[in-house]
């Protein structure tokens, strides 16, 4: 079996495993990061997003062996970032945060999103998350975070 | 001291957000297995064979026989069974739990399972009535006798999925070779202990029941959780070790309980003058294979369905039908946004078909304080209806829009609906069923932690309740700690539905919190107790639905604007405003947060979510095939709350949760019914209905 490396909240990371496994199994049960979520497992809610070289994916619809050579980010690392802190603030204030299953994924969805556009506009932030399903807010408070994480957080991004 | 509406941070939200929090699904116990259901592929029929394959060691079968107590999920009827023995009811009936290290062990023993069945004939329509109800208000049968017109229309609603982010599941692990825990995502621990204890037969203190993070829950996880709990438990009493039971999207869309399709026929009786005298009505519920809570939520659904309206004389009457298919059950409304849906419509309808204009119609039948609610009790409260109505209507510009619209067919459309909803159980539920008890310890350290079973499943009660106790006791937040409840720690306040919450269990918190502010003394360990005792006015007679059916109403104003593609018939929602009152919010933020978000479910429920089954087979089984909205689909809302404070509810807090999604269905589906000028009398109203509408002409 040939070894899948990788960096891993920067961490370089050997693996021996089957390489069509799906990487938030992996992260879940070999790393036990357990802030991706499966919501579907299917590619549909986003719970389950990590940042593969920057930008969203939906880690259940992934192959770990396709991360081969590449960089990912869980929840757990970008928490321990200045954008994290600028994102949280915002969605806190805004009242973004419900249940909170969907969360995880929002944040790295907003990042994803921020990191290509640092001004989005409304209607801009609804695509950039449109990914990501979240059944208790409606959506607006967290529209409302991104706009307000955009505007705190300027030169972040 | 700042007003108690003033926000303040979540207290859960950095956890969450960080992904530090856990669900059931994060939860890992040493040695733990996985299991599995083996479910019926059927809809009706006999079990004549069940043919389990030889096992490979560490794994392990748990059925009917191996139940130590009863077999049914106790709720109200001992009729829903925690795994089939004779028959089978519904396609995806639980028949087995298989249990074992390796899930692709499990699956492959699942596929070698030999079943075979007498097929029996299946029922999807409305010919089993397994509850019915009847009452009266007035005088009806006078009024349809000296009606000189009377107008009769029929609606009807589909299945909603709550589609919680989180599927359901627990986590359990065995003590000492008798005590059960499980973890759980829950909305009422109580609920799970008991059912427990019926099942496996035993004492109070050899179950144990605890919330995990629950991920969304909308009534979903009222009762159906107690089903997968007793199995589970069935299941680690036999074999002695931690097991996971956690469902994948689509075995939880496929299994779990829904909102009732309904059915309902109106018919009003109309005066010379042209009012409405009286209104005769009938509900009928699909309640699916087993009652669970059907019966409760059809008295919901008659008891509301005079909506907001005060109408002088009511026969109203309603019935749970079963059909052999997934047995349907809570959902944020409990029969209110079925019933909400057929009399705004109709209001609307019975002006439309008098020649007036709906809207100063329906105004004219709102309900005043003093009239008499549907069951003859007394709104005892104000009610300050016409003052919501002006401020959404000024923020929506309603009225320019609505003259605009209903020019020609511009395929724009403006609704608007009027609504309340009563707050905690139905009648003398609250006294005679549910008897909350809380409980505030106050340890040495002056630290205060609120014992109560309630469950902040997004809803914000961790935080609500922690404000209100460190408010009243005039203590920081961060001396006051509220821990996921634990049947083990906490009293047994009552479940987590029903709008009852805050109002109800928030309200004895208070009492208990003013309670040790009184008798506080410094560094010293101290409890506090209080029961419910219900107010002395409150008067119900459940044999002829008379009385006060609710101690107190929340109530709302939803205006949706939509735009419906000419061709395509896609509808595009354009505008959303809402106005509450619920009494205080008890922090405006995390009320506005539910009233964003229950007005999303309540809109989609009438335009965007289908669920259908054929023969007993549902059709949409993942997030790919039913449709909820995305944050493209949902439009910016603005949404208002008054003070209306309620003299029993602590700083004056009614109910929050239910309200906001009742009234989006028909505020929906009036603003379509205007924008392509035919009537709307079913929903989801989907681009096919539009268009059959379209045709009709
Ligand atoms: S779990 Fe991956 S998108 Fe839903
Ligand atoms: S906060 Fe519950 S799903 Fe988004």
Known sequence: MNKIRFTLNHQSIELETNPSRRLLDVLRNDYQLTGPKEGCGEGECGGCGVLLDGHIVNSCCLPVGSVHGREVITIEAFSKTEQFNVLTEAFSYE??????????GMIIASQSLLAKNPQPNEMEIRIGLSGNLCRCTGYNMIVKAVQRAAKRGEGLW | MKDISTSIPKVDGLEKASGAAKYVSDIHFEGMLYAKTVRSPISHGKITKIHYPKLPSGYTIIDAKDIPGKNYVHMIFEDWKIFAEET???IGEPIALIVGEDKTVIEEIAMAIDMEFEELPAVFDDQLSVIDYHYVKGDPHQAFKTATQVIEKSYDTGYQEQAYIEPQGFVGYLENDTKVTVIGSIQCPYYVKNALKVALDCDDHDVRVIQAAVGGAFGGKEEFPSLIACQLAIAIKKVKKPVKLVYEREEDMLVTTKRHPSKTTMKAAINQAGEITAI?????????????????????ALINIS?????PALDVSGDVYKTHTVPNGAFRGFGAPQAIFAMEMFMHHVAKTLNKDPYSYRMNY????GDLTSTSGTFRDPILMTEMIDKVKQASEYDRKVECYTKET???????SYFLHGCGFTGSGESDHIKAKVKLRKDAQDQVHILIAAVDMGQGAKTTMMKL???????PL?????????????????????SRTMMIVGGLLNEAALELKATWQAKQEQVVIKDYQQPDYIEWDQETFTGDAYPAYSWGVNIVEVSVHPITYQVNIEGIWSVYDVGKAIDERIVLGQADGGIAQGVAYGYLEVMQHQSGHLKQKNMTDYIIPTAVDMAPSENYLIDNPYALGPYGAKGVGELSLVGGAPAVAMAIEMAINREVRSIPMTPEKIMELMNDE
């Open chain 2, 410 to 416: 511009s395929f724009k459309g403006i609704g608007m």
């Open chain 2, 88 to 90: 089978v009811e519904y």
């Open chain 2, 307 to 311: 909506g907001a309206y005060a109408i």
């Open chain 1, 95 to 104: 009242g973004a945060v419900q249940c909170g299953i969907c969360t995880p």
């Open chain 2, 469 to 475: 106790v460190s408010h009243t006791l005039k203590i």
């Open chain 2, 280 to 300: 005769q009505a009938h509900i009928g519920i699909d309640g699916g294979a087993y009652i669970g809570l059907s019966g409760v939520v059809l008295s919901r």
């Open chain 2, 366 to 369: 709102l309900a005043k304080q």
């Open chain 2, 478 to 498: 961060n001396q006051v700690t509220f821990a996921a409840p634990d049947t083990d720690f906490v009293t047994d306040s009552g479940p987590t539905v029903a």
